[in-house]
């Protein structure tokens, strides 16, 4: 985040505390530190539960290109996977930046 947004919000709140309380000034105040709580959580939490919880599991992947790859996730870490066609046991390692989309294969 920008140093510029960070100062605007130290801004705001100052001009909050300086107000008489009112019900508006309080809903402003809950609301700023709802948005503080959002800031302090994992970006990559959603992604990684998901991902966590079909580790050996078959998974079809979609590239950016169109290119369908379907295999056993084995690892991932933040910028790849790794999965393992069904068939002969090989591995590929897909960068992250090239999925579009992710799907569990259902049995």
């Known amino acids: 985040m920008?140093?510029?947004s960070l100062k605007a919000t130290v801004v705001r709140r100052q001009a909050a505390e300086a107000a008489p309380i009112t019900e508006a000034a309080t809903a402003t105040a809950d609301q700023d530190?709802?948005?503080s709580l959002d800031k302090k959580r994992d970006p990559h939490a959603l992604q990684s539960a998901f991902l966590?919880?079909?580790l050996?599991?078959?998974v079809t992947v979609f590239l950016m290109?169109?290119?369908k790859i379907t295999g056993k996730l084995r690892q991932y870490d933040q910028h790849c996977m790794?999965?393992?066609d069904a068939a002969g046991g090989i591995n590929s390692l897909v960068f992250k930046?090239?999925?579009s989309t992710i799907a569990p294969n259902r049995p």
């Open 2 to 4: 920008p140093p510029l």
């Open 82 to 84: 790794l999965l393992e």
């Open 56 to 58: 050996g599991r078959p």
């Open 33 to 35: 530190q709802a948005r």
């Open 65 to 67: 290109t169109g290119i």
């Open 97 to 99: 930046h090239a999925i």
């Open 52 to 54: 966590t919880a079909h």
